[in-house]
């Protein structure tokens, strides 16, 4: 009866063998490995499995079978999470018909063959998050995405992962008031000032607490406003002035939302009061605008301390690309954010562990740890050096980018 | 082109081949037609006596092709005739309303050995409206219109997106389809509303949905939406659709291909193929005006060229085309009990050279090429 049973417990073993020579695994040597995490190693050496990361360290047994990437002396750290990409969409980013458009969910617009992820892989972005545009007081959803994937379904990895509103002023570009000749369009409308965009929010906000409350659940909009005041969604703000700012926090604790600050040009006039309601906060773009262009414009002033400042504030700040394809690189931003006073370890985490944890994702990216998705960067030196280039992007545990 | 007034009660047409497409080609065979049907099709030559005679022995008979999305009929300067854009869905507007059976492009139309075909509305509205199958040719309007509503359209193409009307995005105008089949799910019948319930009767009752959709990224959302819903549906366009042709075939969604005819790489060319070898059921189309009718032939041909089975070819025209319009009972191939929709062709079908010589439908001769 036991040689049975061993004999059996053979049998049931020799597929799992078969299988485990089957799947293919990567090694990669490296002569420092910034974990992010922890404190960087030494000589160290990743193993990675099925897209994932199957151990990480030192002195770890290579597999006969493995196919090795020795990066020698080179850099090691994890791909970059950009909380505010380019994003691969095609056509208008926002759905102009009205104001308010929960129901618009960026991820349902995705194009896997834009030309945009081209350039988001060759600097080491391996995750981001794509949002509606601003022209809407509430633009709709957000995606954390890869770039990656044949269809927009296989690029996605976090539905609905936030609910993008716009306090700026770009919502009121365009409106026109219908005073004098009768509307031709839908752009007679409100809002047309600051004040205006922050009533029709509260009223909002007013109208989904009253459809929580209520027995009939049937209109979606409503539900997805519900569902952001019920801590479901985090809301992410779009603000720029430092009156905004301090509306913004106002706002999340008269209607107690889980609130997220986008761009926050001011951030370093209200550092405290951000850092004391510990909001995390999401800078970009950073470019510097030149003569003429969009000087009319709110918030074009490029602040390159505001990242020192909040974060020695103590808030938590990822640096980004601020949704512009012509912005700087997210390794340039940290090393700028470094030079104007950011600490080291903050700077480097604002572009890959702090975005991952605001993203809601912080359990598959961010940082090099067993069992996170093998999203790994080899550089040729240090993270922050102007000098330095981005040798090869493994994404899910596959080379998607060389460089030359 | 010579028009019969009154078609004979009984005809016979003895051919050198018979292209059936649903039971292979039969050499030397004779079709006899009654009231317009098929009623027999025979392995032997000779015919009952009596009976008028349409003798083509040394001539391909082949059924009426079929063409599965174009805009023919609709007169006049067809881009305002086939898009009301003034509201983005308009589920309950009819193509078969505009139709005119007696255009000028119907009538020249039949040379090109095309019998039937499916009249859509366009690309310009998220839901445009109900589609109809009709012949190009009827004494009554019983004879002509196969289907007078066959199935909804929706567009996911960029180009039902408007500046100055919802949708103005690709993100926009998902949410206004999932909102419309929301409504409909949930619409109750105490309300009667014209629009709701055409789409009602699409999300509840297996209506077709004919979704055009080009590029990956439209397919990709159009199949979403059709899983999502359980929508019995039917892709338009699918230029792009070998790149996810394993997802389309897996969904078991047949497609009305583009004109083969509009692209010139060679990379565009092949794409049709692999569709088709991935197990995709493919029907050809003109898109009439955007290229003519009588070219429906050479796209299959096209195709042929560039490696698509001839058999799969020839019932991309005919049958598999019938059965994606629901009209199989009636026109498609040559069998017994079918329409007598009939081309008398100079040789193999799917041959360059091959001329349509003579149309028939509902046992009408309709067209006749004239002797140079």
Known sequence: MRTCVILLSFLLLIPALAQDEQSEVTAIKAGKILTISGSPITDGIILIKDGKIADIGTGIEIPENASVINAGQKIVMPGLVDASAAPPVRGDLNEEHKEITPTVRISTALDPQSKVLKRIVQTGTTTLYVSPGLRNVIAGLGAVVKPTGKIPKEMVIKEDAALTIVMSMDPTYGNQTPRSQPPRNFYFRRPTTRMAIIWMLRKSFFDAQKYAASKEKDDPEMQILASALDDKIPVRLNVRRAINIRTALKLADEYDFQLILDECTEGYKVAEEIAEKQVPVVLGPFYYYPGSLGQSREGREVNWNNAGILTKAGAKVALTSGAQAQSIDLLTAAAFAVRHGMPRDKALKAITATPAEILGVADKVGTLEKGKDADILILSGDPLEVTTRIEKVILNGKIVYKAE | ?372
């Open chain 2, 1 to 372: 082109m010579v028009r019969a007034a009154d078609a004979p009660q009984h005809l016979a047409i003895r051919a050198g081949r018979i292209w059936t497409v649903t039971d292979g080609v039969i050499k030397d065979g004779v079709i006899i037609i009654k009231n317009g049907k098929i009623q027999a099709v025979r392995k032997k030559p000779d015919v009952p006596e009596g009976m008028k005679l349409l003798d083509f022995s040394d001539r391909d008979v082949m059924p009426g092709l079929i063409d599965a999305h174009c805009h023919i009929g609709l007169s006049l300067d067809i881009y305002s005739e086939i898009d009301e854009t003034v509201l983005a869905v308009t589920p309950d507007m009819q193509i078969i309303d505009a139709f005119n059976p007696l255009a000028d492009d119907v009538k020249k139309a039949l040379s090109s050995g095309v019998t039937t075909v499916l009249l859509a509305p366009g690309n310009k509205n998220p839901v445009a409206g109900q589609t109809a199958v009709v012949k190009l040719y009827g004494k009554t309007t019983k004879d002509r219109v196969l289907k007078r509503s066959g199935g909804v359209k929706f567009s996911l193409r960029d180009d039902a997106l408007m500046s100055d009307r919802r949708p103005t995005s690709r993100a926009g105008l998902l949410a206004l389809i999932r909102e419309e089949l929301n409504n409909a799910k949930t619409h109750k019948d105490d309300k009667p509303d014209l629009r709701i319930e055409v789409l009602k009767s699409v999300v509840d009752a297996n209506f077709p949905a004919y979704i055009s959709a080009y590029t990956v990224d439209e397919i990709a959302s159009a199949l979403t939406v059709i899983d999502e819903y359980g929508l019995n549906a039917v892709l338009i366009g699918a230029e792009e659709g070998d790149e996810i042709a394993q997802l389309i075939a897996k969904q078991n969604i047949p497609v009305i291909y583009s004109p083969v005819l509009l692209f010139s790489r060679d990379k565009d060319l092949k794409r049709v193929v692999k569709m088709a070898d991935s197990g995709i059921k493919i029907a050809f189309s003109s898109k009439s005006p955007r290229t003519p009718l009588s070219s429906l032939r050479t796209s299959a041909i096209t195709a042929v060229k560039y490696g698509l089975d001839k058999e799969v070819a020839l019932k991309g025209l005919t049958i598999n085309a019938a059965q994606i319009l629901g009209v199989a009972k009636r026109v498609g191939s040559i069998q017994r009990g079918k329409d007598a929709d009939l081309v008398i062709i100079s040789g193999d079908p799917l041959q360059p050279t091959s001329t349509v010589e003579m149309v028939i439908i509902n046992g009408n001769i309709v067209y006749q090429r004239q002797k140079i």
